[in-house]
C-alpha cells in the first residue's frame, strides 16, 4: 500500500492537502483506497494528520469516532505509527 496527497487549492486555510491510502493490487483490498485522511498545518507551522471520523450526538454535545482503530482495546502507539507514516511519505515527496 502507499498514500497519496490531493491538493484542495479551494480548502480551509490551514489545511495542507488530502490524504489517501491506496491499496496495491494484491489482496481483497486490492484496487481500492482509504480517503478521508487530512493533513493540516498548525499555528507553529507543524503538519498534523487528521483521520476519516463520524459525528454523533451524546448528552447533548458532538463527538467524533473515528473510523481507522486498533484492532483491540486503545493503542495510541498505532494510531501514531500511522499518523507518522503519513507525515513521512508526505515530507519525502515535497523534498523530492
Not at 15 to 29: K, Q, T
Amino acid at each position: 500500500m502507499h498514500v497519496e496527497f490531493v491538493e484542495r487549492n479551494n480548502g480551509p486555510e490551514r489545511l495542507v492537502c488530502e490524504a489517501e491510502i491506496v491499496f496495491d493490487e494484491s489482496g481483497p483490498l486490492g484496487g481500492m483506497k482509504l480517503v478521508g485522511f487530512s493533513l493540516w498545518k498548525g499555528a507553529e507551522r507543524q503538519v498534523s494528520v487528521t483521520f476519516p471520523a463520524r459525528a454523533f450526538g451524546a448528552g447533548g454535545e458532538r463527538r467524533f469516532f473515528d473510523l481507522l482503530r486498533p484492532v483491540q482495546g486503545t493503542a495510541p502507539d498505532l494510531v501514531r505509527r500511522v499518523k507518522s507514516w503519513i507525515i513521512e511519505e508526505y515530507q519525502a515527496r515535497r523534498a523530492a
